[in-house]
C-alpha cells in the first residue's frame, strides 16, 4: 500500500515547494493529489489560462520523485463563470438559489455549467494528460457533500421531465406506476410534473424516488463525462474519484463502475459527531471514532470498484474544522487508521492535508505540518505507518466470509418512506455490520447485482426493492442467510407488492408480512437477553419461531438455512442471529474485547483497539506487529497460521 | 349506530366492487364513503366529465344494500386545474407558494378556486343529487388539515382587508381597537394592512387574533357555498364534513351550525404520537392512544353539532402512515374504539379504510382489509363491534352531568399570547377533560353561548374573552362551577379588560387577578399532594383560600358555588378541584382504575380499559356485554339501575 | 443616583397625564422617558406634524418637576414611510424581507431610510431642542434589538461593497487578506462580492468576519448622523442610546465613543430565560436572574462609556412579555436590582414602563402600576429604592481590582469560527466575570485599548486578534494577568498568526498552542476538583504547568505573573485559576454564600443576595443598610472601614 497527501501548492510561496515535496517523500510517502480547487489560479480570467505555476509545481514534486493526482477543478467554479450563469446554482428544498462564496455551487443539471465543467475538465488534461508524473486523476471533489446532489431548480425540473419521459415512455404508465389515481394526482404530459418539494403534504413517494434516481443520474453523467475526455486525453492513467462518509445521495455503485479506482476521505472524528450514533458511543469513541466506521466504508467502497480497487485520498491526521466538536485522535489513531486501511486491502491512504493552511474555512483543519511547518503529531504516525508497511510488505488476499447487501436504491426508499423517524436501509446495514465485526468476521459490503461465489453468509439488512437476479442468487446459494426487516416489501415503483412483503423474497423465505409497525425509542418486546425495537413485522409462515419475546413477538424466524429478522436489526437481537447463521455456516464467531476489531487475510491478521483500555486478544498466529496486549490505538498484526 | 367504511372505487378494478360490496355488507357495515378525492377521474379534462365508472361504482354499492355517503372532490383539484391559476395555492408562514403533488392545495380566499369548487359541486351534486343510495354529502375533506387553514397569499390580503373594513368601518376604529398608537403601527387606510408574517418582532397580538378569525371565516364561507349547492340540488340529504383530530385553526362551532351532522376523523394512535403528550402517557398508551383523545373529540364534535348529530366518519382501523412512529393498535382497540364512539352517541363509526392501497403516499396505511384483499386485524373487531351494538341495541340517552366550556376563539388568543410557551385554552380543557373522566363523570364540551340546564356542574378551562351571554349563564346556574386561569382577561379585541382579569366574570366571582406569570416547568409551588404550576393569578378577592401552597401561593379559590383555579390545571390539583366542585354538585365522583373510563346513558353505563393490565370495575348495574374484570383493551356496559 | 421612568403619554388620555406626572414625582422619580415610538403621532401623514400634544405632554410632566429624556422615534418609522420605500426593511439570513408590523423594520444601510431618519430627529430636535425640560436626548431604541442589526438587503450589499473598497484599496489585498486562493473564491473587483449568507456551506470566515464588522459601522454611524444633529439643535444636552442585554452584534465601544452617557435595559428575568444559562441556574434564580446578568452589563456599559457614565434606562418592574416564560421577580428583586446598579456607579435607574399598557405587544409587561392605574408591586419597592438611596447619599468611588478585557470583535470572530458548539467569547467573559465576582472581587469590563493602571489583576478571557496596545499595556503591567484560551490565535483578518497562537501574546507568555481541540459536553479531563472542559489548547512551553489532569492534560499554565487557562473558563477550574491569580496580586479573595455578591466602593460596601434562603454574610465595616443576615432578595449595605 502507497501513502500520500493532498497538497495545495498555489497556497504556499513557491520557494517552499521543493522543501515540502523532500520532506514528503522523507515521510515516506510517494503521491501527492493537487489541483482540485485551483480553478481561479489555472483560469483566472474568462478564457486566459496560467499554466506556468502548475507546471512548476508538478515538476518540483516529480522531480522529488513523487507520483502525481491531478483533480479536475470543477468543484469550485470561478466567480466570473458564476456572474455569466447566475442561474447555474442549486437550489434547496426551500426554493432558495444558493450562492458563490463556498464550493461545490452548481447545479448538476445545469447545462451551461456541464459545458464549462468539460472544457475546463478538457483544458487540464489536455496539458497534463501525457505527463509522466501524472498517475491518476481525481474527477471533481466529493460529489453530494453540502447536500449537493439534490437541486430544485428550474433547470433540474426541466431534466426531470426529460428522465421521466424517457423512463416511462408515456404518461399514463407514470400515472399507473405511481398510483397517481390517488389524491387526483393525475398528470396529462410530462411538461405537467413539478418536483416534489413544497407541497402541502408529503409528495406521492414514487414521485419522490423517481427524483432521487434522477438526482443520482445526474452525478453519474456529468462525471462521464469527465471520464470520457480523461481517457482520450489520458491514456493509461486511472481516474478516480473522492467520495464521502455516509452520503447516500447518489449511487456510489453506479460511479464504480464507471472509474478505475473508488476512493473515499475518512474523517472518523467529525463523521462520530455529525451521524447519528448514541450519547454512549460518541464518550466512549470522543477521540478514536465508532470503531466501524472506517472499516464499514472501506468494505463498502471496495464493493463498489468494478475492480476492487479502492483507497483513501483524505484521512484525518488530527482535529479537523467541520463539526458541532473537534476533538484531536487519541495518539497511535492515525497509524491505527491507516493499518486498518491496509487491512481491507486499500492501494493507498493520503492525508489530507500536507500542511494546515492557515487561512480560509478549513484553517482549524490540521495536517501533517503545522502551519508553521512544524511536524504536526501525525506526521509521525504517518512515518510510523510507512515503517510499518515496509516491514509488512503485502497485506495479503482476504478471506472470505460475510456478504452485506446494500444498494443505494434501498437507503432512498427508507428514507422516502421510513414509517419510523430515523430508520433508514444505510443504519440498518451499519447495525449488522458492526454486530458481524464484533463477532471477529470479515465482511465484504456488496451490491444486490454482485456475485456470492465464496461466501459462507449472507446477510441483506433491508433490501425493500429486491432485483430478480439477487433472488436467483440467494437461491442458489446454500450458506446462512439473514433477511431484515421490510426486505421485499416494496416493488421498484415503492408500491406493496401483490402478495406483500417479502415479495420476491418468498421465493427463498416462504412467509407473508401481514402488518408491519414502528414503535417510538423506548418501547420494546423484551426477550431472553435481547429486545424487539423500532421495526416490527409480524408474518404468516410455517417457518420455525427461533427467538420468541416474553409476550409472543416474533423476533427471529428460520427457514431452512435463511433466518428473517423480524425486527430492527439492533445491539443483542441481531448479534445473536448473527451469530447463530455464523456458527451454521461453519464461521466462528469470537466475542471481541469491546473497542477491538479484527481483519483477516490469507497472510495476516490485523487487529486494532478502539478503545480507552488496554485489552488482551488472543489469535491464532504468530505476533509479527505489536502483541497480543493491545493498548489503546494499538495495533498488532499475526502471521496467519 | 351504523358502521361503515371509506371506500375508493376508482383504486381497485371494476371487477372487484362487487366483491367488496358484498364483503362490507356481510361484516355488518351499512354505509359507504365514496368519492371525496375523485375529481382528476370525474373530470380528467377541463370540462370533459367521466360519470360511467362512477355511476356503476353507486350502483354496485347500492345493489348490495350500502348507503352512500358521497364526497365533493374539492380537496384534490387536478394538475390542469392549479395550471390554470397558478396563484391559487396557499402560501406559508416563510412566504413560499405551496405546490401541487399531494392534496388541499388550494387557499380558501383564493377567488377563482372558489368559482371552481363551486362548479364541481354543482356538476356533482346534479348527477347524484337524487340518487337514491346517496343519503349524505361530505363537503371537501378535513379542512384545515397539513395547516391548510391560514395562508399569508395575496388573495388572503386582499380578502382579510375587505374583511377588516365590513368589521370595522373606518380605519380610526381599528386603530383604536388594536392600540396601533403602540410603536407607531397606526394605519390611515385598509389598504395599508399587511399580512402578520414576518415581521421584525411578533405582530401586535390583536392584528394576529384579527387575521384568525378572517382565516376560519373563510373556511366557513367556502363550505357554505357547497352546503347551499347540495340543499338546493339534493333535498332531503344531509351535509357533513369530516373535522380532524387537534385542528383548530378554524371555528368548528360555527361549522356545525351549518351542517346537518359533525363527523370527525379518529386516529387516536397517530395523534398520541404528533402531539404534546407526556412521555410516559407515549410509552403507557402506545397501542391504545391517550384514553381521553377519542372521547374528548366525541363530546367535543356533539356539541359542535347544530342537532346534537354526529359521527366517526374515519376510525383507525389498524397502523397508520403518517406519524414519527406507527405501531399497530393493542387487540381489541377497534372494537373498543366503536363502542366508546356508541356510549357518546355517534350515529355512524365508518372505518378509514376499506382496503389499504398498496400505492402512493398512504400505502401504509392499514385498512379493514390488506392489500391482498385477506382480512386485516381490525376486519374481525369490526364484525365483533357490529355484533355488540346488534346485541345492545339503542346507546340510551345521556346522562348531563357537566359542561365544560370550550371556544375556538379562546385557543387563538392563547396561541397568540401564550405568556407560556406551550400552554392554551385547548390543552386546559383537555386537562380538566380528562381530571372529569378519571372521576367517572360525563363530560359535554360545549361553546360559551350554550345551553347550561340540565347540568350538574360547569367548567370554563379557559376563556380569556367572555361573552356576555355565557356571563348572565353562569350568573343563572346554581351548580358547581370551576373558573380556570387566564379566563376573562382580555377583551374581545385581545387587549386587558378596564377593571383587568377576571373582567366580565367578576359578575360572577368577585376579584382583581392583580399579576399573571407564567413558569418554565419543573418550577413550581407544592401544596398538599398537589402543585401550582406554568400559568398563576394572583387575586385580591374575598373569596376563600381553598387551597393553598407551602408558600401561601393560593391555587384555588372559592366564592360561593364558583372556585377559582388560580394555575395551570392539571394533575392533582385539577383533579381535587374538580373532586371537590364535583362533590358539591351532588355528583358522585369515583376513583377509576389507571386506565378505566366509563360513559353513563340512561340505559346503560360503558366501561373501557385503555390500560395494559386488567382491571377490576366496581359499577352499579347488570353486566349486560363483558364483566367487571376488565382485560387490556376490554369493554364492559351494564343496564343502568 | 437619579430615579425615573418610561412614560408613553400617546397611549393614555391626556386627562390622566397631570396626575401621573405628579404620582411619578411623589415616588421619587426625577426623570422621564418619553417619544421613542410616537412618530405616527407626531408626523400622523408625510409631511404634516402634529407638535400639539407633544408640547403639552412636555409641559406637564415639567410642571411636576420632572426632566425629560426625548427619544428619536426612528425605531418606529410609520406605515406610510414604509410604503414609500418598500425596499427600506431588512433581508434576513433566509433571504426573506422583513416586514411592517411591529419596529425596527428598516434596513441601516438603506441610504432613503436614513435620509428620513435625520428628516425626523431635525424636526424633533428643532421643536424641542432648547427645550428647559429636555435634559437628554435617546438616539433611536435597542439598536440591534430583534436581530436587526445584520441585513442581507440589496443595500446591504452595495454598502458592503463600498465599505470593502475602502478597507482594502485594491481587490488584490482583499483576495490576499481573506485567503480567497483556498477553493478559488478569488474576486475580480469589489462588485463581485456577495453577501455570505446562503453559500452552499460556511463562507469564509474571513468574508463574515468583514461583513459583521461593517454591519457594527453601519449603526455607528447611523447613529452619529443623529448625535450630529442633536448636538448642533440641542447644545447642553447629553445624547445617550438605550444598548440591549447580551446583544453584541454591534460594537457597543465605537458607540459609546461617540454618546454621553451609555445606558442599557435590564430585565434580568427575560435574559436568564432566553439565553444559554443552565437548568439548574434556570430553576434557581427563576424570580431573580442570574446574580451576574445584571452586574455583567453595568460593568460592560460602564466601560464602553466614553467618561464612564452611565444607567439603566429600562428597568424590569415586574414579569415582562417576551420570554418564553415570564415569571414575577421574588419579592424584594426591583430594590434589590436598583440599589445594584447603585453600587456600580449608575447615575440614572428608570424603570420601564410607568403604567402596564393594556394592549398591543407589550401588554403583559408589568408597569410600576397596573393598567387600572393601581400600584403593581414594583412601584413600592421603587419608593423603597428611592428612600435607600436618599439614605446612602453618593454610593461612592467604586474599588479598582481586576481588569476583564472584551471586545465585540472577539466575540464576532468566536461566533464565526466556535469551533465547538455554543462557545464564544462572550460567554468565556460572563463565566470569568462570575468566577471574580463569587470571590468578592470588584470587576471593570473594559475593551483592550483601555488604560490597565490601578488594577491589581487582569483577565484576558478570550481574545483573538490582539490590538499591539494591549501587548504593551500587559508587559507594562506588573499584576497578575488571566489569559483564556484562543487569545491570540488569529490575526486581524482571523486567519492564523505566522509563529501560531499566542501570536502577540507570546511576548507576554512564551509559548507556542500546537493544537487546539474543542470537547463535547460531557467529555472532561478530571483534574483534583475542577475539569478541563470544552475548549482545549495544547502547549509547548518552558512555562510552569500548574494545574494538571490526572491524564496529564494541562488545565493551566504559569509564568511568572501570567497564568493560561488553556481549557474553558468555567467552574471549579477558573474559580481556582481567579483565586490564585488574586491571591499573588494582594486582592483578598473570599468565598461568598451562594447567590450573594457584594461591590465596592470607597465609602460603601454593598452585598446582594440572589438566592432563596437567608444568608449570613460577613463583611468589614457597619451596618449602614439591612444587616449582615441577608434574606432573599435582601441588600445590605456597609460603611467601607
Ligand atoms: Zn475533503
Ligand atoms: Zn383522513
Ligand atoms: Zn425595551
Redesign the interface.
Known amino acids: 500500500m502507497k501513502l500520500g497527501a493532498c497538497y495545495?501548492p498555489?497556497?504556499w510561496p513557491e520557494d517552499m515547494w521543493a522543501d515540502d515535496a523532500r520532506r514528503m517523500a522523507d515521510a515516506g510517502l510517494s503521491r501527492v493529489r493537487i489541483g482540485e480547487?485551483?480553478?481561479?489560479?489555472i483560469e483566472?480570467?474568462p478564457g486566459v489560462f496560467d499554466w506556468g505555476w502548475l507546471d512548476r509545481a508538478i515538476n518540483t514534486l516529480h522531480a522529488a520523485g513523487l507520483e502525481i493526482i491531478l483533480g479536475t477543478?470543477t468543484a469550485?467554479?470561478?466567480?466570473?463563470l458564476a456572474?455569466q450563469m447566475p442561474d447555474m446554482f442549486?437550489v434547496d428544498v426551500?426554493?432558495?438559489?444558493?450562492?458563490?462564496?463556498?464550493?461545490?455551487?452548481y447545479c448538476f443539471s445545469h447545462l451551461g455549467y456541464r459545458a464549462e465543467a468539460a472544457r475546463i475538465t478538457r483544458a487540464v488534461a489536455q496539458r497534463y494528460g501525457n505527463h509522466p508524473a501524472v498517475v491518476m486523476w481525481q474527477t471533481d471533489n466529493e460529489y453530494g457533500?453540502?447536500d449537493?446532489t439534490i437541486s430544485y431548480s428550474d433547470a433540474a425540473r426541466d431534466a426531470f421531465r426529460f428522465w421521466l419521459a424517457q423512463r416511462y415512455g408515456d404518461i399514463g404508465s407514470l400515472n399507473t406506476a405511481?398510483?397517481?389515481?390517488?389524491?387526483?394526482?393525475?398528470?396529462?404530459g410530462f411538461d405537467?410534473i413539478?418536483l416534489?418539494?413544497?407541497?402541502?403534504?408529503?409528495?406521492?413517494?414514487?414521485?419522490w424516488l423517481a427524483f432521487r434516481r434522477f438526482s443520482s443520474d445526474q452525478v453519474i453523467s456529468f462525471d462521464k463525462a469527465q471520464i470520457d475526455i480523461l481517457r482520450e486525453l489520458s491514456p493509461n492513467r486511472d481516474v478516480m474519484h473522492n467520495a464521502m462518509g455516509f452520503v447516500t445521495d447518489y449511487d456510489h455503485h453506479d460511479l464504480g463502475q464507471q472509474l478505475d479506482v473508488v476512493m473515499w476521505d475518512s474523517y472518523p472524528l467529525g463523521f462520530l459527531?455529525m451521524f447519528p450514533f448514541s450519547?454512549a458511543d460518541?464518550?466512549a469513541y470522543?477521540r478514536q471514532g465508532h470503531p466501524d466506521i472506517a472499516a464499514f466504508h472501506h468494505d463498502l467502497y471496495r464493493g463498489c470498484a468494478a475492480d476492487g480497487r479502492w483507497g483513501v485520498i483524505e484521512q484525518q491526521p488530527?482535529?479537523v474544522?467541520?463539526a458541532?466538536?473537534?476533538?484531536?485522535p487519541l495518539p497511535g489513531m492515525v497509524r491505527l487508521w491507516t493499518l486498518e486501511a491496509m487491512a481491507h486491502g486499500a492501494e493507498l491512504v493520503s492525508y489530507f492535508r500536507w500542511r494546515?493552511?492557515?487561512?480560509?474555512?478549513?484553517?482549524?483543519h490540521?495536517g501533517l505540518l503545522?502551519?508553521?511547518s512544524?511536524a504536526?503529531?501525525g506526521l509521525d504516525e504517518a512515518i510510523q505507518a510507512a515503517s510499518d508497511i515496509a516491514d509488512l510488505g503485502e497485506a495479503g488476499r482476504p478471506i472470505k466470509e460475510v456478504a452485506l447487501i446494500f444498494s443505494y436504491d434501498a437507503e432512498w426508499i427508507t428514507q422516502t418512506?421510513p414509517?419510523?423517524?430515523g430508520l433508514s436501509a444505510l443504519w440498518a446495514a451499519f447495525s449488522i455490520y458492526t454486530a458481524l465485526r464484533e463477532a471477529g468476521l470479515n465482511v465484504d459490503i456488496i451490491p444486490p447485482r454482485a456475485d456470492l461465489s465464496g461466501y459462507a453468509m449472507v446477510a441483506v439488512p433491508c433490501l425493500p426493492a429486491v432485483p430478480d437476479q439477487l433472488v436467483s442468487a440467494l437461491k442458489a446459494f446454500d450458506g446462512s442467510v439473514i433477511i431484515g426487516p421490510r426486505s421485499g416489501s416494496k416493488t421498484d415503483?415503492l408500491?406493496?407488492?401483490?402478495?406483500?412483503a417479502p415479495g420476491k423474497l418468498k421465493a427463498l423465505f416462504p412467509a407473508?408480512v401481514?402488518?408491519?409497525?414502528?414503535?417510538?425509542p423506548?418501547?420494546h418486546h423484551a426477550g431472553d437477553g435481547w429486545s424487539a425495537t423500532r421495526w416490527l413485522d409480524?408474518l404468516e409462515t410455517e417457518a420455525e419461531a427461533e427467538l420468541v419475546a416474553e409476550d409472543g413477538m416474533v423476533a427471529c424466524w428460520k427457514s431452512a438455512n435463511v433466518r428473517y429478522c423480524a425486527a430492527w436489526p439492533e445491539g443483542a437481537l441481531i448479534a445473536e442471529i448473527a451469530r447463530r447463521a455464523a456458527t451454521e455456516a461453519g464461521l466462528e464467531p469470537v466475542t471481541l474485547p469491546t473497542g477491538v476489531r479484527v481483519r483477516k487475510t490469507d497472510t495476516y491478521i490485523f487487529a486494532f483497539n478502539y478503545g480507552n483500555e488496554t485489552q488482551q486478544v488472543t489469535l491464532r498466529g504468530i505476533e509479527r506487529l505489536g502483541s497480543s496486549a493491545l493498548s489503546a490505538a494499538g495495533v498488532a498484526v499475526f502471521e496467519a497460521s
Not at 76 to 80: D, L, V, Y
Not at 495 to 500: C, E, K, N
Not at 515 to 520: G, Q, W
Open positions: 495545495y498555489e497556497h480547487f485551483a480553478w481561479s489560479r483566472p480570467e477543478p469550485t467554479p470561478p466567480k466570473w456572474d442549486a426551500h426554493g432558495r438559489s444558493r450562492g458563490f462564496g463556498s464550493r461545490r455551487h457533500c453540502h449537493t405511481w398510483g397517481n389515481v390517488f389524491w387526483s394526482m393525475e398528470y396529462r405537467q413539478e416534489p418539494n413544497l407541497t402541502v403534504t408529503e409528495a406521492n413517494p414514487a414521485h459527531e450519547d460518541k464518550a470522543v488530527g482535529p474544522n467541520w458541532r466538536h473537534n476533538p484531536a494546515q493552511a492557515p487561512f480560509a474555512q478549513e484553517q482549524m490540521a503545522r502551519p508553521d512544524q504536526a503529531p418512506q414509517q419510523g423517524e415503483e408500491s406493496i407488492p401483490a402478495g406483500l407473508t401481514t402488518r408491519s409497525e414502528s414503535l417510538r423506548g418501547t409480524h
